[in-house]
Structure formats: C-alpha cells, structure tokens
T-cell receptor, first 112, second 115 residues
Framework: NAGVTQTPKFQVLKTGQSMTLQCAQD?????MSWYRQDPGMGLRLIHY???????DQGEVPNGYNVSRSTTEDFPLRLLSAAPSQTSVYFC???????????FGQGTRLTVV | AQSVTQLDSHVSVSEGTPVLLRCNYS??????LFWYVQHPNKGLQLLLK??????LVKGINGFEAEFKKSETSFHLTKPSAHMSDAAEYFC?????????????FGAGTRLTVKP
C-alpha cells in the first residue's frame, strides 16, 4: 500500500538550477495534481492531469512544467529555480469517479 | 470560481474542551467540501468529506462537520480535544463536485491544545 510517493523529501537548490520532483502512485488513479504550500496561503494548485498525455495549468503554473507519460508518474520540473519557489510541494491523486484525493508526504524545497 | 475562507489562523483550546474550526466557502455549484489535517512535518490526511448527502458528516478521530448552505459554512467540531489533535487543519472546496483537480484550499488553521 504505497499510495502516493514523492521524492526527494528535502532539496536545496541554487538559483538558476533545474530539478525534477518525482511523484508516483500505485492506485491506478487517472487524476494527479501538484500543489505548493506556503505559510498563510494554504495549498495552491500548480498543474494537474486528468490522464496520461493530458495536463493543464492550475492557479500558479509559472516556472513549472509537467508531463504525464504514464498513469503512474507525474513529475514536476523546475527549469530555472528562483527563491520564490522555496516551498513545500505536495502531489495528489484521485480516481476518475471524483473520489478522495490522496496526498504524498511532501517535498521541502529551498532555493538559495 | 470557488474559494474558501478559514476564519481563524490560530485556535488554542485546553485538553478536554470542545474544538471549533470555522470555514466559509463560495461556490457556483453545490460543492464538495473536505477537511484535511496536517501534523508537523507530515503529509495531508483526510478527516472528512461532504458530497451532498447528509449535511452532518462524521470523520475520523471524533471530528465532524456540518454543511449549512444558508450560511455557506462547513465548520469542523470535536466535543473534546486531545493533545494529539494539535496540527494544521485545511478546509477545501471542490467545484464542480468531483473535480478533484480544482480543489481550493483555505489558508489553514493551526490548532494548539494546552494540557
């Protein structure tokens, strides 16, 4: 029962570096999403996907790219990290029937 | 677009006393509403969910919430706080119902439980 797995748990980047946050789910969920969590702002939707090959922008997409080549994986890419991207990132998945959203444990990213 | 307002950024209660965490929402539809809890350095855990069935929803760990359409509220309550309830709580609206890809989160309420 792995559920939603995010890696890494912690990461420090220098401004301008690139990296990919990994997210994998083993529940055969069609819907997957990425959120960022900042103090006093709750979670905000970055990008989401309704199935393999389909992605769309959420509330705060700038500076992030996603792809969905398989049902299981939904990586989030930062092409050129900025200090404003320092945050905790959560990946979530849910079934096509509008079921419960399952969240990963989060990735704490610091950009210096 | 839907939105959520959690009316208190911080709530402090004594162990054994009732808990009330307030949430108001705005939505163009009859929304799905959720409460999630996040313990320190942990991920998010679903407490309970409302999806147009019974207006009083019972969740895990003794929590419950009542959907009041006339007041556009979905407040979270628990009769007696436990030390382990200390955490951050998020009220969430999904609009239209079932569209879990457009879940809007409140800013969160930090619950402190004093011995």
């Amino acid at each position: 029962n792995a559920g939603v797995t995010q890696t890494p748990k912690f990461q420090v980047l220098k401004t301008g570096q690139s990296m990919t946050l990994q997210c994998a789910q083993d529940m055969n969920h069609e819907y997957m999403s990425w959120y960022r969590q900042d103090p006093g702002m709750g979670l905000r939707l970055i990008h989401y996907s309704v199935g393999a090959g389909i992605t769309d922008q959420g509330e705060v997409p700038n500076g992030y790219n996603v792809s969905r080549s398989t049902t299981e994986d939904f990586p989030l890419r930062l092409l050129s990290a900025a200090p404003s991207q320092t945050s905790v990132y959560f990946c979530a998945s849910s079934s096509s029937s509008g079921g419960l959203a399952f969240f990963g444990q989060g990735t704490r990213l610091t950009v210096v | 677009a839907q939105s959520v307002t959690q009316l208190d950024s911080h709530v402090s209660v004594s162990e054994g006393t009732p808990v009330l965490l307030r949430c108001n929402y705005s939505s163009s539809y009859s929304p799905s509403l959720f409460w999630y809890v996040q313990h320190p350095n942990k991920g998010l855990q679903l407490l309970l969910k409302y999806t147009s069935a019974a207006t009083l929803v019972k969740g895990i760990n003794g929590f419950e919430a009542e959907f009041k359409k006339s007041e556009t509220s979905f407040h979270l309550t628990k009769p007696s706080a436990h030390m382990s309830d200390a955490a951050e709580y998020f009220c969430v609206v999904s609009d239209p119902p079932g569209n879990n890809n457009d879940m809007r989160f409140g800013a969160g309420t930090r619950l402190t439980v004093k011995p």
